[in-house]
């Protein structure tokens, strides 16, 4: 939810904390090396950064016409790459993994992730707008299936370019002509 009475055309730089973990302790992102845990950490900044660039000046501190955001992965979970194919092409488990959908929210051995961001006027330091959501993936076929990580990624790129199109409609940043 956005802040009323923000002017978002004064925002022409964003400036992207380093991602935080708050996942509890029963979550996959506490029990993968913390190799791989960087790996996904440094994948959801560069997203966020190749989709608001092209828009906005990248910047490494606060200051006038700046936004800042902060984010963090509050859950995680991998996929299975073998278990999430074969459920798309053998029919019973297609229909295991639908019921499952229909009373989880989610298929069978896909990935999902959670994250939550806060969105900070880099003059004034005062929030302007805060957001959560999960994301889980879907049954489809595309390269991404095949990496364990494959889906999470899918919703990092989801929220950034989310968040790119929604600064733009509120009037930040200067829109490239892509866009």
Known sequence: MWKKGVVFTKFKKITIDPIEVWA???????????????????YLHS???????GNFE??????????????????GESS????????????????????KRAAAGTHISVGKA???????????GKRIAAAMDTRAGGKTFDGEKFD???????AFDYWSEGTNSRLLELGAGTPSKKD
């Open 114 to 124: 959670s994250i939550e961001a806060e969105f900070i006027d880099g003059e004034t």
């Open 24 to 42: 509890s302790n029963e979550s996959e992102l506490k029990q993968i090396p913390k190799s791989e845990l960087k790996d996904i950490l440094t």
């Open 47 to 53: 997203t966020f950064v190749n989709n608001l660039k």
């Open 58 to 75: 990248i910047v490494d501190k606060e200051g006038p016409q700046t936004l800042r955001i902060r984010i963090a992965l509050t859950d």
């Open 80 to 99: 299975e790459p073998v278990t999430d194919t074969l459920s798309n092409v053998v029919p019973i488990t297609l229909a295991v993994s639908y019921l």
């Open 148 to 154: 364990e990580w494959g889906d999470v990624k899918s």
